[in-house]
């Protein structure tokens, strides 16, 4: 283990020892170089010659860019060419920080400047390295998103139902957080992929009281908190804010992860901006900017940095007045699609064939099918009707947010015949 390693985690076994003890072997490897190439060549800053950093520049010291990439990218070369720390940004993650607390004003614990990853799927693989060891669980209801077996290969799943009598499965995830004591790391998507649910206010209060149970009883809890699809709440009695929130400051125990990003927040898919942000009862200063080195030697070594020019395009939105109202316009278009939906199912006629599973928010929602197979369905589905959806165990799963309001209808009909045969 390298020295700075073992220096990170002595700050963090005298201000933190709970962080320290829910670290994997990778998690206390972890760390970023202050020292080597980074170190020399941030001292050699401003330097008459500088012939430290792996770049070209021309003779009056800016990047040695191409003119037909830059010109069509709207910033100048080096807001667009040039390395980014594997940190981010700076002003990018005090910007995001600054929405994470408007948006959750119920955050009131201490957190670490979110690091920018590359996009919320690296940043869910860095959480899953840095906190869970090779054959380590991960606690998490058993509708999740397909990508996670990749993402966390690594680890073993230990599932509860999502779902009890229309809601989420508290109890569920109480029994499971009774069955497996001392280290436990628990994974949570709201708005959920697949189902398109998101935790109720009676639901977070549930689940807080579960986790704040095992922790009193000396347990050291990571809870993940996946927010891509953070903001599309559809219901008035949806908790409207992130789990991590409430979780940030909830007991010396638990660790809260917010795992979140551009890709549906912002209706930026194919930027590939991402953060990743810990919350924590008593975190203390060195404790945060270890988490944040450790983070950002794991971006280094993954992607080495983030794209320049997928950052420079989210900060100028983010500093964009405009941005609010367009944020809602999308929204309202999603909303009526989602409204629509629910008008469409109460249909009665489609409850001999299919019935939805609990969902009020995000881009998706399901049905169980009762009388054919899902796969089979899918397949007449996109030879007869030309419609695609996806196909998993028993269910359909219906992006409502890639189709347009006045075809929502014909899409349900055409899963009611299909499923007629």
């Known amino acids: 283990m390298s020295m700075q390693a073992k220096e990170a985690n002595s700050v963090l076994e005298k201000d933190c020892p709970s962080i320290y003890s829910l670290l994997s072997e990778a998690g206390r490897k972890a760390f970023f170089p202050k020292s080597g190439i980074l170190a020399q060549?941030?001292?050699?800053?401003?330097?008459?010659?500088?012939?430290?950093?792996?770049?070209?520049?021309?003779?009056?010291?800016?990047?040695?860019?191409?003119?037909c990439l830059v010109k069509n990218s709207g910033f100048d070369a080096k807001d667009t060419v040039l390395y980014s720390p594997s940190y981010g940004q700076k002003a990018l993650r005090k910007k995001w920080l600054d929405r994470i607390k408007e948006k959750n004003p119920s955050l009131g614990s201490k957190t670490t400047l979110p690091v920018v990853t590359n996009a919320i799927t690296h940043g869910l693989s860095i959480a899953g390295r840095m906190l869970v060891d090779d054959g380590g669980k991960m606690i998490l209801p058993d509708m999740f998103w397909g990508n996670y077996n990749l993402v966390f290969?690594?680890?073993?799943?230990?599932?509860?139902?999502?779902?009890?009598?229309?809601?989420?499965?508290?109890?569920?995830?109480?029994?499971?957080?009774?069955?497996?004591?001392?280290?436990?790391?628990?994974?949570?998507?709201?708005?959920?992929?697949?189902?398109?649910?998101?935790?109720?206010?009676?639901?977070?209060?549930?689940?807080?009281?579960?986790?704040?149970?095992?922790?009193?009883?000396?347990?050291?809890?990571?809870?993940?908190?996946?927010?891509?699809?953070?903001?599309?709440?559809?219901?008035?009695?949806?908790?409207?804010?992130?789990?991590?929130?409430?979780?940030a400051g909830l007991h010396e125990n638990v660790l809260a992860v917010k795992l979140d990003g551009l890709t549906k927040e912002m209706y930026a898919w194919g930027l590939r901006v991402g953060f990743m942000t810990f919350g924590y009862k008593g975190l203390t200063g060195p404790a945060a900017t270890v988490l944040e080195d450790k983070v950002s030697g794991m971006v280094r070594g993954s992607v080495s940095n983030v794209c320049t020019h997928s950052q420079s395009l989210a900060l100028k939105a983010l500093d964009d007045p405009a941005l609010p109202d367009q944020e809602k316009m999308n929204y309202g278009i999603l909303r009526s699609r989602y409204s629509e939906v629910r008008?469409?199912?109460?249909?009665?006629?489609?409850?001999?064939?299919?019935?939805?599973?609990?969902?009020?928010?995000?881009?998706?929602?399901?049905?169980?099918?009762?009388?054919?197979?899902?796969?089979?369905?899918?397949?007449?589905?996109?030879?007869?009707?030309?419609?695609?959806?996806?196909?998993?165990?028993?269910?359909?799963?219906i992006a409502f947010s890639s189709i347009s309001k006045d075809k929502l209808r014909d899409l349900f009909d055409n899963i009611f015949k299909a499923c007629n045969g």
């Open 41 to 67: 060549t941030a001292e050699a800053k401003g330097s008459r010659y500088n012939a430290t950093i792996g770049i070209a520049l021309d003779d009056s010291g800016d990047p040695l860019s191409l003119d």
């Open 153 to 247: 290969q690594h680890a073993e799943f230990d599932t509860f139902e999502a779902f009890s009598g229309g809601k989420f499965n508290v109890d569920g995830l109480r029994e499971k957080l009774g069955q497996n004591p001392g280290k436990q790391v628990i994974l949570l998507n709201f708005p959920n992929n697949p189902t398109g649910y998101s935790a109720t206010v009676d639901d977070v209060d549930g689940i807080l009281s579960a986790i704040e149970e095992s922790a009193e009883k000396g347990n050291k809890i990571a809870v993940l908190c996946d927010d891509a699809y953070f903001g599309l709440f559809f219901e008035d009695d949806v908790f409207k804010e992130s789990v991590f929130s409430k979780l």
């Open 343 to 397: 008008k469409v199912l109460s249909d009665r006629r489609y409850s001999e064939r299919f019935e939805p599973l609990p969902f009020n928010s995000g881009y998706f929602m399901c049905i169980r099918l009762k009388t054919a197979d899902a796969e089979s369905v899918r397949k007449k589905l996109l030879e007869d009707y030309s419609t695609g959806l996806i196909a998993t165990g028993d269910l359909l799963r």
